[in-house]
Structures are given as C-alpha cells and as structure tokens.
C-alpha cells in the first residue's frame, strides 16, 4: 500500500500534507484495464473533437455547455438552480439569488480561464486559478469566502483537514509545477492526478470542489486533447457520489491513485459521449425546423425571416419580442409575428409566470440539454 501523503500535529489537530506528485513507492501503475480505459477515453476525445470542428455555431454549443457544467458542478456542493433561470436572469430585473449568482460566476470563471490559457497563452497557474475563484465566489461584501485568495486558516472537509494554511502556497507552487513541467505521465492522466491533489491541499475556505473540477478542463484544453471546454463531467461525479468522494477518499487512505483513475477516465469517457449525442439531437432539431420552415406552403411568403430566426432561438431559447425585434433588425410588429408562428408550430411556449413578463422557451432545445443518455 502507497502513502499518499503525512499526517502532522500542530496543537491538537492532525493534518493531512500530501506528497508532491507523481505518485511514488511505488510509481503510478498503468495496468491493462487502465491502458483499455486511457484508449477509449483518448478515443472519445478525438471523435468531440472532430464533431466540435464541424459545428455550424460553435459558440452556441460552448456557452449551453459550460452552463450545464457549472449547473451540475454547483449541484454538487448543494448549490441548486436550473437551466431556465441561467438563461432567463439576463432578461429581469430583479436581482438573481445567491444560488444563480454563484452558477452564473462558475460560466465567467470558466470563460475567462479557458482565454486567458488560449488568447493570452497563459500556462495553468496560480494567477490563473487565483483569477478563476476571484470570479467564482465574488456574491457580494457579506460572503467570507475571500475570493482570489488561498485561505488562511484551517479548514477540515469530512474526516479530512487538509494541510495547515501556511504551507497552501507552496504546495500550489508544487503542484503548478508538476502541471506544466512534468511528462512521465501523458496529459490525460495528469489532470485526474492533479484534480486528486488540488482537492486534498484545499487551498481555498470555499469553491474547492468546483475550482477543481475546472481544473480538469482547463488541463484538458491547455494540452490540447480537449479543443472546446464542451464536457461535463460533473453530470457523472454527481451521478456517482459514493464513487467520486470515496475514490477520492482512497487516495489519502491507502495511496489508491490507480482505481480513482480509472474512474476518472471513465467519468470523461462517457462525459465525450454524452456531449457527443447532446450536440447530434440539437443540430437534428435545428435542420427539422428549417425543413419545416422551408417546405411549409404558409411561410412562402415570409420564408426568410423565419429561417434568420431560427438560429436566435438556439442562441436565446428564453426570449421577449423586443429581444427577437433587435436581433434580426426588424420591426416589433413583425417579431411578434415570428414568435407567433412558431408558437402555432409548437416549437416556442408562452411563459406564464408574472413576475417574468412577456417571455417565450424554446422548449425542445431545453429538453434536449437536459435529456439522459443510455448507452
């Protein structure tokens, strides 16, 4: 059995110090399961990859996904909103709720980090992470999150405290170093070693969990595997929480690196796959109403405006009239007149909650990117 790390007193608390990584004594084990997972993975990997390339809007694909992602990473720490209320709170006044706010800043977070690693040509570091939790935690000046900054004091999480916080800074320089640095294991296994790590330091008083799961991204991005930040692998952490955090757990407990991998590369192996069929269902729906439209002897007529809105409503699925009125540049008279036409096809419902106004769901997309997959 590997240790993982050290337990060290201070007082009367027992801290946990993980040892820097690569895993050692021994080194981290690909065995024949792990090598069959790493492949498929790889595999399922290229084929997204190959798909995103080949997106009509890709822009469109990034922004639904990173939203679904941080719905389901936030999900996890008990943060709870859904889809509708993500892309309906630009549309209110009213201020949203800590719970919509903290998701909405995961999206920024995501956002900023995956352009500060391709635009800026940044590598994954501390001025990256400190910038991702900075956007993720600031809800206003009465939450104690400290937001940008590595805790300073201690903190435990289950059976775990994680190291003491004046050793946090030098054990995220480590681990930096190990991300951009370290080649004796390939990119896709590192980011399931450093997610391992990062959440045992747990550098930060909140935000840990989700920081961390940003992290696989972000590490799949930079070192190219990953072309577009379109997975969620939260969906399946969450689906399997018992292996997620026990897995985790293990690591600490008896040095188990190799079984939480071969989770991991199967929670991103399926996470490829889902992403795949979701993208697949979505241009289907899209090519059906332009079939719909464009053979539909009632729509002879306006035909053009029509087809211009369809690719609105996959940008904005929750929608006023004024709104569609200002995209496609035409007068509120004739936007309503669209909106009505595809709430006669059946493809826009009226939302009928007050306090909401006027506004128009774009059901199916919806139902689309929140379907289960089996396979």
């Not at 969906?235 to 991991?264: A, C, N, Q």
Request: charge should be neutral; charged fraction near 25%.
């Amino acid at each position: 059995m590997r240790k993982s790390g050290v337990y060290r007193s201070i007082g009367n608390i027992n801290f946990f110090v993980p040892y820097p990584l690569p895993p050692k004594d021994p080194s981290f084990n690909m065995d024949a399961e792990a090598i069959e997972l790493y492949g498929q993975a790889m595999l399922q990997l290229g084929k997204l990859n190959e798909m995103t390339e080949q997106l009509p809007n890709k822009e469109r694909f990034i922004n639904a996904y990173i939203k679904k992602e941080a719905l389901l990473s936030s999900a996890i720490e008990g943060i709870h909103t859904t889809l509708f209320d993500m892309f309906t709170q630009p549309l209110l006044t009213t201020r949203p709720s800590k719970d919509v706010q903290l998701v909405m800043n995961y999206t920024k977070a995501l956002k900023s980090s995956v352009r500060m690693i391709k635009q800026d040509n940044l590598p994954i570091s501390t001025r990256v992470i400190l910038n991702a939790h900075r956007e993720l935690m600031q809800i206003g000046d009465d939450y104690k999150a400290n937001p940008g900054n590595y805790r300073k004091q201690t903190v435990k999480v289950g059976n775990l405290v994680p190291p003491p916080a004046h050793e946090v800074v030098h054990m995220m320089s480590e681990l930096e170093t190990y991300i951009n640095t370290d080649e004796t294991l390939p990119p896709l296994i590192k980011a399931g070693l450093a997610h391992v790590q990062f959440e045992t330091i747990h550098p930060f008083l909140d935000g840990n969990g989700r920081i961390g799961r940003l992290l696989i991204v972000l590490m799949l991005v930079e070192a190219g595997i990953l072309s577009e930040p379109i997975i969620y692998p939260s969906y399946y952490f969450k689906k399997s929480p018992y292996d997620y955090y026990g897995l985790l757990d293990g690591v600490r407990t008896k040095g188990d690196f190799e079984s939480w991998i071969k989770y991991y590369l199967t929670v991103v192996k399926d996470s490829c796959i889902d992403s795949c069929k979701r993208a697949s269902d979505i241009e289907k729906l899209e090519e059906k109403i332009i079939n719909i439209i464009s053979e539909d002897e009632r729509f002879s007529s306006v035909r053009e405006t029509r087809l211009k809105a369809v690719p609105v409503f996959f940008d904005r699925p929750i929608i006023r009239v004024k709104d569609l009125s200002t995209e496609l540049a035409v007068s509120y008279n004739t936007a309503n007149k669209i909106i009505l036409d595809f709430l006669e096809l059946g493809f826009l419902e009226r939302e009928n909650k007050k306090k909401r106004g006027k506004l128009f769901t774009f059901n199916p997309y919806f139902e689309i990117l929140e379907r289960e997959y089996h396979w």
